[in-house]
Antibody
Framework: EVQLVESGGDLVQPGGSLRLSCAASGFPFSSYSMNWVRQAPGKGLEWVSYISGTGGSIFYADSVKGRFTISRDNAKNSVYLQMNSLRDDDTAAYYC??????????????WGQGTLVTVSS | EIVLTQSPATLSLSPGERVTLSCRASQSVSSYLAWYQQKPGQAPRLLIYDASNRATGIPARFSGSGSGTDFTLTISSLEPEDFAVYYCQQRSNWPRTFGQGTKVEIK
């Protein structure tokens, strides 16, 4: 059974840092790209970042570029999101999502339950 | 950045009714569009990928159509468990973007 479990969410002051983790199980982790998607309270979904299976390809939303860093450890079946210089508008539930790709198609087929990040003084 | 505009923002319907949700892209995304369903307190769930392909385990009452800039998600007959928020997402370009969502609520 595929499982994605996020952790690391917390209350942090503006300007602070936080590292989120997503532990994966039930599939060959290194064969899959992974994403972080966030959702501010009462708002819609916002894609945050992508990392390929090898970690060689990485993309970020403009809103987090230069502040957030995505990484993965395939030996630990985990993907991470290092968040620095946090702002009030980074407050959100953060989901990791598996990117299932065939030769012609990709989609986010499994999602974690989310971890809540609150940025407030 | 490709902007996805969903309409309407909210639909008030009764079980058994047919639902049509719209997603319009600011530029062509070919068929690289997915639909997700989200219920309160839950993670999103993949319904449709590549505009018209149902994901594993998704009931046949859900269907998707469209290409280029105009897409539709149709629910042929609303079941009680279908009341939720629906999002479209494009994977044609970086950054990946979502529409703002359509809430389907009980009338």
């Amino acid at each position: 059974e595929v499982q994605l479990v996020e952790s690391g969410g917390d209350l942090v002051q503006p300007g602070g840092s936080l590292r989120l983790s997503c532990a994966a199980s039930g599939f060959p982790f290194s064969s899959y790209s992974m994403n972080w998607v966030r959702q501010a309270p009462g708002k819609g979904l916002e894609w945050v970042s992508y990392i390929s299976g090898t970690g060689g390809s990485i993309f970020y939303a403009d809103s987090v570029k230069g502040r957030f860093t995505i990484s993965r450890d395939n030996a630990k079946n985990s993907v991470y999101l290092q968040m620095n210089s946090l702002r009030d508008d980074d407050t959100a539930a953060y989901y990791c999502a598996r990117d299932y790709c065939t030769s012609t198609s990709c989609r986010y087929d499994y999602w974690g339950q989310g971890t809540l990040v609150t940025v407030s003084s | 950045e490709i902007v996805l505009t969903q309409s309407p923002a909210t639909l008030s319907l009764s079980p058994g009714e047919r639902v049509t949700l719209s997603c319009r892209a600011s530029q062509s995304v070919s068929s690289y569009l997915a639909w997700y369903q989200q219920k309160p307190g839950q993670a999103p769930r993949l319904l449709i990928y590549d505009a018209s392909n149902r994901a594993t385990g998704i009931p046949a009452r859900f269907s998707g159509s469209g290409s280029g800039t105009d897409f539709t998600l149709t629910i042929s007959s609303l079941e009680p468990e279908d009341f939720a928020v629906y999002y479209c997402q494009q994977r044609s370009n970086w950054p990946r973007t979502f529409g703002q969502g359509t809430k389907v609520e009980i009338k």
